[in-house]
């Protein structure tokens, strides 16, 4: 009947035609001469015929003025109603009173209304989590559980009715996007509007129960949380252009979209859910999350990572914009403001009792303005206002402000070429503005990451010595930095600062890039007498071999593999870690992080980034960011081959990875689990700590080892195997000959020269006494 054409559900025995009604009715005939056809008796008491309204499975059914509406009925709510009342008695009477059963039953009973109840799956998650941490027959409900209960009771009231506007618009994919980072901020786009918020501009606003980054609750770190969060902005600030609308939502994360169809998730992240949900309702709004690919999100990717000067680029490019002083700038606005639009026509707009933030078309700037001040003039407290006012002289706008300095005061002032500031100059040189804030962008992520703590390091110690020296001068000479001022800071580093003078040399290159980016000259310390001489004078002095971390090879592995607990998560994660590590001359970096919420899936390793080859005897890694690899420039592809029947195998360690839970193919290569049970990735204070752990109980030193020892061991181990240098430095992925500080010769090769050497002095000693 489908291949027909017919639109038939079926359940069982039960079936359901929808269609219109000369439809409906022919197709119920030749249903029911099949089912006769076929031997069936058809109870015809239990049979309807075409009809606007009737009852499917327990479903009221109503396709009445246009709007399809889907209903419990009401003697299936009352059953929900007595269920729920009866398991709020016995959680009243303290201690665990309901039995499991009846619970278990009543959640069965929720989850199929809560398919035409909408959003009632939202009150039912910490039920879940209850009983899924909880295995006795008789439970103790929780606050949060009990305070669910009494929301059901008024979701079904209210929301037992899933009503669909059969003409409901569709907003178009084009319109809307959302993305967040983890580090910087988040971002959206809706037709011609956007923004951009960061997150340490968010944590200087009030903060809400559901806002991210919360005390206590590492998950509302989560790229998931601050990707829904994300939506949730977006929502407020635009939810009432898109009213009475399925609004098609791209994102990046196919976990925010599962979530957001079924209106379910995490624990954690129930109350944000609950709020983006509630202002759906508010605005009448249907969400359709799709997904699109990081790559083709480039509009709300870049607002995310507040890259904003290049997205106005490709937004004002893509968008054939003519004049942009006459789109909206809405990336500063907040939720609990009121923020000026075209539509709502700022110069007319009541903002009596407001508190307001005004980025504003210069060309409405005075007529803005003057409704300010009527407004301030008819309710003086509570009404203020924040503009961004373009510094002109002989702009109307401008000399109204500077003439009234009793009512509007200067908080703050950007240099014209500011990225903040985005009205076109008086001298029309927009675009050389925008070139030269980019460009200063770019220069700024010119370094890599520990380079650049490594120059600030520097930089804050020259401050600081120049502070301490201002007496003689040595702010002055600061900047540029004289001679004298620079040796002293170098021996003030090494006597004060407990900094080793190898190390004192190598914070001069942050004076050097802060000297050039300050476009002062720079002479070479080389060539600075008195510097080198300063530094030459330290080392003789005070400079100590460098510390070099002992290697692990193969008899440390197998030494730590018999200390790890088969039945810790942990442990396990950490080893095979550490397995990979060896073998793949892995840096701390590649197989853990600094810290749990600075997880980027562009430079880390993923689960998607490890493959299997050559019939499963090869493991291959595919590693996209290293101390070599900055900019994403290429892929630095390493291979293990498989050690059937050892512990230290790589192939069945990554295989125990892949094969244990995680964070979905874009997620994390290794994860750990906290003390509630959630998955997290590897972080250096772990994969380290869990290290010196198990070396202390295999009877080794942890003091003499690092993170940086799987490196060294496996190169050294590689060398020792007589593998050849290039082999060694390309697995390693070493830019230069500093491989072979990695090289350890153990005892038996120190003594093949001395022993060389031996044996020719014994056979030129009794050549030589032949002769005579």
Not at 184 to 211: I, N
Not at 287 to 300: G, M
Not at 591 to 600: E, F, H, L, Q
């Amino acid at each position: 009947m489908q291949a027909q054409g017919a639109s038939i559900v079926g359940y069982l025995d039960d079936f359901f035609l929808v269609g219109s009604f000369e439809e409906v009715q022919e197709f119920m005939w030749l249903l029911h001469e099949f089912v006769v056809f076929l031997g069936f008796e058809v109870n015809a008491d239990k049979c309807e015929g075409p009809g606007q309204c009737l009852e499917f499975l327990g479903i009221e059914l109503s396709t009445a003025d246009e709007v399809c509406t889907a209903r419990i009925s009401e003697d299936r709510m009352l059953v929900v109603q007595a269920k729920v009342d009866e398991i709020r008695r016995l959680g009243s009477l303290g201690g665990a009173q309901v039995p499991r059963t009846k619970l278990e039953g009543l959640l069965g009973l929720l989850a199929f209304c809560g398919q035409v109840v909408h959003g009632l799956s939202l009150y039912t998650r910490y039920s879940h989590a209850l009983l899924s941490q909880c295995k006795a027959r008789f439970l103790h409900l929780s606050d949060k559980v009990v305070q669910d209960l009494k929301v059901i009771c008024t979701v079904r009231r209210l929301y037992n009715a899933r009503r669909v506007r059969l003409d409901r618009l569709e907003v178009k994919w084009e319109w809307f996007s959302t993305d967040a980072s983890t580090g910087v901020g988040m971002g959206a786009v809706l037709d011609k509007r956007w923004f951009a918020v960061t997150w340490d501009g968010l944590r200087s606003q009030p903060q809400e129960v559901f806002f991210p980054f919360r005390p206590g609750c590492p998950q509302s770190s989560d790229i998931g949380y601050l990707e829904l969060f994300t939506l949730y902005w977006a929502l407020v600030l635009w939810g009432k252009y898109i009213e009475g609308k399925s609004v098609v939502v791209h994102i990046d994360n196919t976990c925010v979209i599962g979530q957001l169809e079924k209106w379910w998730g995490p624990s954690e992240y129930i109350p944000l859910l609950r709020q983006i949900f509630f202002l759906c309702v508010q605005h009448d709004i249907r969400l359709l999350p799709t997904y699109i690919t990081s790559k083709d999100n480039v509009y709300s990717d870049l607002l995310s990572r507040g890259q904003v000067a290049e997205f106005k680029r490709r937004f004002r490019e893509d968008m054939q914009v003519s004049a942009w002083i006459e789109d909206r700038d809405d990336w500063m606005l907040l939720p609990n403001l009121v923020g000026w639009t075209k539509e709502d026509d700022a110069r007319v707009m009541d903002f009596r009792g407001h508190n307001a933030w005004g980025n504003l078309p210069f060309s409405d700037f005075l007529a803005i303005l003057q409704n300010f001040l009527r407004c301030k003039r008819r309710q003086q407290n509570g009404t203020s206002r924040t503009f961004l006012v373009p510094c002109w002289e002989g702009n109307p706008g401008y000399e109204l402000v500077k003439s009234l300095p009793e009512v509007f005061r200067v908080k703050r002032r950007w240099d014209a070429r500011s990225t903040l500031f985005t009205a076109p100059s008086p001298e029309g040189d927009e675009v050389l503005d925008r070139v030269e804030a980019f460009t200063a962008a770019l220069q700024a992520e010119c370094y890599a990451l520990n380079t650049q703590c490594s120059y600030s390091t520097g930089v804050r110690s020259f401050v600081s010595s120049c502070i301490a020296g201002r007496r003689r001068k040595f702010l002055e000479e600061m900047l540029p930095a004289s001679d004298e001022v620079l040796a002293k800071w170098v021996v003030f580093m090494v006597i004060d600062q407990l900094v080793k003078p190898s190390t004192a040399k190598q914070y001069t290159s942050g004076v050097r890039a802060l000297h050039l980016q300050l476009k002062f000259e720079w002479t070479p310390v080389r060539e600075r007498w008195h510097v080198w001489a300063a530094l030459q004078g330290c080392r003789k002095r005070w400079d100590t071999p460098s510390k070099q971390v002992m290697p692990v090879g193969f008899d440390e592995l197998l030494q730590m593999q018999l200390m790890v607990d088969p039945n810790n998560f942990n442990d396990l994660t950490v080893f095979d870690a550490m397995v990979t590590a060896f073998f793949f001359f892995f840096r701390k970096d590649n197989v853990s992080i600094d810290k749990a919420d600075a997880w980027n899936p562009r430079g880390h390793l993923c689960r998607c980034d490890v493959s299997f080859c050559d019939s499963g005897l090869v493991v291959v890694i595919r590693v996209r960011h290293s101390k070599t690899i900055q900019a994403g420039e290429r892929y630095h592809t390493v291979s293990a081959h498989a050690v059937p029947g050892s512990p230290l195998c790589p192939l069945a360690a990554l295989r125990r990875v892949l094969a244990s839970p995680g964070l979905g193919p874009e997620g994390p290569l290794f994860c750990t689990q906290d003390a509630k049970g959630k998955l997290k990735p590897l972080t250096h204070s772990v994969f380290v700590s869990t290290f010196r752990r198990l070396a202390q109980r295999a009877g080794l030193h942890p003091e003499a080892y690092s993170g940086h020892s799987f490196r060294r061991g496996g190169a050294t181990t590689a060398f020792r195997l007589q593998v050849q240098d290039s082999l060694i430095q390309a697995h390693g992925d070493w830019a230069s000959e500093c491989y072979e500080l990695y090289c350890d010769l153990n005892e038996s090769q120190r003594l093949i020269l001395p022993s060389a050497m031996a044996a020719g002095a014994a056979a030129a000693t009794t050549a030589f006494q032949a002769r005579q």
